[in-house]
């Protein structure tokens, strides 16, 4: 072999071009040794060898992967054919798309008219549905009527099982009812089929609805409502309703949904259940009425009150189903009198029969102009006043309107308030003692004093009234024990022995009885205690064994257990009743003395009503028996014996 030495310029340009070649070049040139050149030319040939070697191993490498990948992707196109096709094939046997519902009927009906509505479903699949079941809703104010195999959910929504649909089938129900409600109102019916596709577990639904107005009212409701009031103002409403329908309304009611700050003081016809329904029955067409509603309204300035009526009747679940409604906004206005109202100094929980009330009215011009000829009136409510004495400070009463009335020609100030200027009036009134329930129903009596003030400088926004301020006080009246204590020698429920009169040194037994009757509020926690007097004992005989009456000894206290009275127990029902002995053994520096048999009882009971605690006490009891007819004139003082 050539030396790379004894090569030409051109034999080295084409032995470096070879993918072959390789030039080793010697660490000296001048050191030539035959031995070397052999040793060389061996290493470059097994060098070449090698090369080609590894060369052909990189080849068949590349070829076996090149034969793998195209497997792999092979073997990938071949299952993204197969979903392809198979989402292409199920697409042809089922699409949500091709499941439809509609629903047609009348866009404008007559509130209370039967309207009939169609609802079509349609399964345009190659595959059949499976549990279908159609739900059908509406609004609470739509009664359905006459729908066979329909089952009722709810107020608003009934449902049909349909069962299984078949490919391409196409169905149509009908479904009927009425629609109450105000006019220009809409309403909607919606219809909701819900299913799954054969063979699959999934469930789809398809939906379609309706819109309905109501172009007319079967009633027809107007609210009257003043557009503003000063706070704790007097309000005025009036509801005008009328029967447009061609048939009668029956069960008819009126429901009132009230503002919080609004206190209902008077209506026309009063209402049948609560402060809120008022029951009118059966409606006649064309037939009209009117309600009249007078109430105080409080808030604060610029706050709006809402009132709203509604017009139905209550169905079998006690939803009520509203034929027509109608609400009004009120707003609190500033106001330029100021008026309150205190009795006895405060405003009390609850007065007791017997007090007497003072009532104090303060009055203030809380504008910036003077205010002409103002009236101050107190009308007064309740079955336990004394009407009879009432006593005004100045002013007029109206026995008949129960209505006291000052004006400048009582109050001089009143002529003209010049703003800040302010003032005060009183009346008395007592709370009658001797007042008692009618019946178990006629129970927790209120005493109601609403005071106003009005001028007509000041023009009310309304339009209804002058009245500027008012102010209302609720009082409440606790209700009455009444305690009696009575003893007799001869006693038919405990009989008793000894000497009478009584003697000295001798024993001789008397039988005491309580009597406690309740009057107008229930009560509860009630009891009777009274202690015995030193020299008294208590024999241990009670009568009835169903009251509970204890005694101790060492203090010689005896309490009896009441617990509950109602409404007019012992007035409209027997007094509730027990009797216990006593014995004495007079001494001698009791002679010509009648002894106290039993100090003073205590009777007392929370009112359930007012939440107070209520007394009534009696005298002791001595041997000097009125109620006794049996004991003789004399039958009463210490005998000597002798």
Same mark, same amino acid.
Request: no cysteine; aromatic share 8%.
């Given at each position: 072999m050539r030396s790379?030495w004894s090569m030409?310029?051109?034999?080295?340009e084409?032995?470096?071009?070879?993918?072959?070649?390789?030039?080793?070049?010697?660490s000296?040139a001048?050191?030539?040794?035959p031995g070397?050149?052999a040793?060389?030319?061996?290493?470059?040939l097994?060098?070449?060898?090698?090369?080609?070697t590894?060369?052909?191993?990189?080849?068949?490498d590349?070829a076996?992967?090149?034969?793998?990948?195209?497997?792999?992707?092979g073997?990938?196109a071949?299952?993204?054919?197969?979903?392809?096709?198979?989402?292409?094939?199920r697409?042809t046997l089922?699409?949500?798309d091709?499941?439809?519902?509609?629903v047609?009927?009348?866009?404008n009906?007559?509130?209370?008219d039967?309207?009939?509505f169609?609802?079509?479903y349609?399964n345009?699949?190659?595959?059949?549905l499976a549990?279908?079941e159609?739900?059908?809703?509406y609004?609470?104010?739509?009664v359905?009527?006459?729908?066979?195999?329909?089952?009722?959910n709810?107020a608003s929504?009934?449902?049909?099982?349909i069962?299984d649909?078949?490919?391409?089938?196409?169905?149509t129900?009908?479904?009927?009812g009425k629609?109450y409600g105000s006019?220009?109102?809409?309403?909607?019916?919606r219809?909701?089929?819900?299913?799954r596709?054969?063979?699959?577990?999934?469930r789809f639904?398809?939906?379609?609805?309706k819109s309905?107005?109501l172009r007319?009212? +079967?009633?027809?409701?107007?609210? =009257? @409502?003043?557009l503003s &009031?000063?706070p704790s !103002?007097?309000?005025?409403?009036l509801?005008?309703?009328?029967?447009t329908?061609?048939?009668s309304?029956?069960?008819?009611r009126?429901?009132?949904?009230?503002?919080?700050?609004?206190s209902?003081r008077d209506?026309?016809?009063?209402p049948?259940?609560g402060?809120?329904?008022?029951y009118?029955g059966?409606?006649?067409?064309?037939e009209r009425?009117?309600?009249?509603?007078?109430?105080?309204?409080?808030?604060?300035?610029?706050?709006t009150?809402?009132v709203?009526?509604?017009?139905g009747?209550?169905?079998?679940d006690?939803?009520?189903?509203?034929?027509?409604?109608?609400?009004?906004?009120?707003?609190?206005v500033a106001a330029?009198?100021?008026?309150?109202?205190?009795l006895?100094g405060?405003?009390?929980?609850?007065v007791?029969?017997?007090?007497i009330?003072?009532?104090?009215i303060a009055?203030?011009n809380? +504008?910036?102009?003077?205010?002409? =000829? @103002?009236?101050?009136? &107190?009308?007064?409510? !309740?079955d336990a006043?004394d009407?009879?004495?009432l006593?005004p400070?100045?002013?007029?009463?109206d026995s008949?309107?129960?209505?006291?009335t000052?004006?400048?020609s009582?109050?001089?100030?009143?002529?003209?308030l010049?703003?800040?200027?302010?003032?005060?009036?009183e009346f008395?009134?007592?709370?009658r003692?001797d007042?008692v329930?009618?019946?178990v129903?006629?129970?927790?009596f209120?005493?109601?004093?609403?005071a106003?003030?009005e001028?007509p400088?000041?023009p009310n926004?309304?339009?209804?009234?002058?009245i500027?301020a008012?102010?209302t006080?609720?009082?409440k009246v606790?209700s009455?024990?009444?305690?009696e204590?009575?003893g007799?020698?001869k006693?038919?429920?405990l009989p008793?022995?000894?000497p009478?009169?009584?003697?000295?040194g001798q024993n001789?037994?008397?039988?005491?009885?309580?009597?406690?009757?309740?009057?107008?509020?229930?009560?509860t926690?009630a009891?009777v205690?009274?202690?015995?007097p030193?020299?008294v004992?208590?024999t241990?005989?009670?009568?009835?064994?169903?009251?509970?009456i204890?005694?101790?000894?060492?203090?010689?206290?005896?309490?009896?257990?009441?617990?509950?009275?109602g409404?007019?127990?012992?007035i409209l029902?027997p007094k509730?009743?027990v009797a216990?002995?006593?014995?004495?053994?007079p001494e001698?520096n009791q002679?010509?003395t009648?002894?106290?048999?039993?100090?003073?009882s205590?009777?007392?009971?929370t009112?359930?009503f007012?939440?107070e605690m209520?007394q009534?006490r009696?005298s002791?009891k001595?041997?000097?028996?009125r109620?006794d007819?049996?004991?003789?004139?004399?039958?009463?003082?210490?005998?000597?014996g002798?």
């Amino acid at each position: 072999m050539r030396s790379y030495w004894s090569m030409g310029i051109q034999d080295l340009e084409e032995q470096l071009h070879k993918h072959d070649g390789e030039i080793r070049e010697s660490s000296r040139a001048d050191a030539f040794d035959p031995g070397h050149a052999a040793d060389d030319a061996n290493i470059s040939l097994e060098a070449t060898s090698g090369w080609r070697t590894i060369r052909s191993r990189f080849f068949a490498d590349r070829a076996q992967m090149i034969r793998v990948g195209m497997l792999a992707i092979g073997g990938i196109a071949f299952i993204a054919l197969l979903v392809g096709t198979f989402v292409r094939i199920r697409q042809t046997l089922f699409s949500q798309d091709r499941v439809s519902v509609s629903v047609t009927g009348p866009s404008n009906v007559n509130s209370s008219d039967l309207t009939d509505f169609v609802i079509s479903y349609e399964n345009a699949n190659r595959s059949g549905l499976a549990d279908a079941e159609l739900v059908v809703s509406y609004p609470p104010n739509f009664v359905p009527e006459g729908n066979a195999n329909t089952f009722r959910n709810d107020a608003s929504s009934s449902s049909v099982a349909i069962g299984d649909i078949s490919a391409f089938e196409k169905k149509t129900l009908d479904f009927s009812g009425k629609f109450y409600g105000s006019k220009d109102s809409i309403a909607y019916i919606r219809a909701e089929l819900r299913y799954r596709p054969n063979n699959v577990q999934s469930r789809f639904s398809a939906a379609g609805q309706k819109s309905v107005n109501l172009r007319s009212a +079967s009633l027809a409701v107007e609210l =009257e @409502a003043p557009l503003s &009031v000063p706070p704790s !103002g007097e309000v005025n409403y009036l509801v005008n309703y009328e029967n447009t329908s061609d048939s009668s309304l029956s069960n008819v009611r009126m429901k009132a949904t009230f503002p919080a700050g609004f206190s209902l003081r008077d209506a026309d016809p009063k209402p049948s259940e609560g402060e809120v329904v008022w029951y009118l029955g059966s409606i006649a067409p064309g037939e009209r009425g009117k309600i009249r509603l007078t109430g105080n309204m409080s808030g604060v300035p610029n706050e709006t009150k809402t009132v709203k009526v509604e017009f139905g009747t209550f169905q079998g679940d006690n939803t009520f189903l509203s034929y027509s409604d109608a609400e009004r906004i009120t707003r609190i206005v500033a106001a330029p009198f100021s008026i309150r109202q205190s009795l006895n100094g405060a405003k009390p929980g609850a007065v007791n029969p017997g007090d007497i009330l003072r009532y104090t009215i303060a009055y203030r011009n809380d +504008s910036e102009i003077a205010l002409r =000829e @103002a009236i101050i009136t &107190v009308e007064l409510e !309740g079955d336990a006043l004394d009407f009879s004495r009432l006593r005004p400070e100045k002013g007029a009463y109206d026995s008949l309107r129960k209505v006291i009335t000052w004006k400048a020609s009582d109050v001089s100030q009143l002529g003209n308030l010049v703003p800040n200027a302010s003032g005060e009036i009183e009346f008395n009134v007592p709370v009658r003692d001797d007042f008692v329930p009618k019946s178990v129903l006629t129970k927790d009596f209120q005493i109601k004093t609403t005071a106003k003030i009005e001028s007509p400088d000041v023009p009310n926004p309304a339009g209804a009234n002058k009245i500027v301020a008012t102010d209302t006080m609720w009082t409440k009246v606790n209700s009455r024990l009444l305690l009696e204590t009575v003893g007799y020698y001869k006693d038919n429920v405990l009989p008793n022995a000894g000497p009478i009169p009584p003697t000295v040194g001798q024993n001789t037994t008397y039988t005491l009885h309580w009597l406690l009757s309740n009057t107008t509020n229930d009560v509860t926690g009630a009891e009777v205690s009274a202690d015995l007097p030193t020299g008294v004992v208590w024999t241990g005989k009670t009568f009835p064994d169903t009251e509970k009456i204890s005694y101790n000894e060492r203090t010689n206290k005896i309490v009896w257990s009441v617990g509950s009275l109602g409404v007019g127990e012992g007035i409209l029902a027997p007094k509730r009743t027990v009797a216990f002995q006593v014995s004495i053994r007079p001494e001698l520096n009791q002679l010509n003395t009648s002894p106290a048999l039993l100090q003073p009882s205590l009777a007392k009971a929370t009112d359930v009503f007012t939440n107070e605690m209520i007394q009534s006490r009696t005298s002791e009891k001595t041997t000097s028996l009125r109620e006794d007819d049996s004991l003789p004139p004399s039958g009463s003082k210490v005998a000597s014996g002798e």
